[in-house]
């Protein structure tokens, strides 16, 4: 096994004793990396890139009611609405949180 691909043993190994019919070995194309970029790469959960995103695009006021699957959206928005200069609101109930999404929007 090549250095650097141990991982995609292991994704090999699963799918065969999944009994998905694929055949062994399982190839896969890694581009190389451009080690001469000088753009800045980010890891990010799928949560934090919505609130993230909803920040590059203008949102400067959030009021949230944190509730399963999504409470690091609002942990997310709690500490970057600070920065941006942007407000940040967690609210009692869903209700409460709408409510005052409807009072920002007037």
């Known amino acids: ?7 995609l043993e292991g994704v090999d190994c ?8 694929l ?3 399982l190839f896969y ?14 890891l990010m ?9 909803a920040i590059k695009a203008g949102c ?3 009021a949230g009611y ?6 690091e959206i609002p942990e997310y928005f709690a500490g970057r609405m600070p920065e941006v200069n ?12 709408v409510n005052m999404v409807y009072g920002a929007s007037a």
Not at 29 to 42: E, G, S
Not at 45 to 53: C, H, R, T, V
Not at 66 to 71: L, V
């Open 1 to 7: 096994m090549m250095k650097g691909f141990v991982n």
């Open 14 to 21: 699963g799918i065969i004793s999944s009994g998905m019919g």
């Open 23 to 25: 055949h062994y070995p």
């Open 29 to 42: 194309k890694v581009a190389r990396r451009n080690t001469t970029m000088k753009k800045k790469l980010l």
């Open 45 to 53: 959960k799928g949560n934090e890139a919505i609130a993230e995103a």
């Open 60 to 62: 400067r006021f959030y």
């Open 66 to 71: 944190p509730i399963t699957p999504q409470n």
């Open 86 to 97: 942007g407000v940040f609101i967690q609210a009692e109930s869903e209700l409460s949180a």
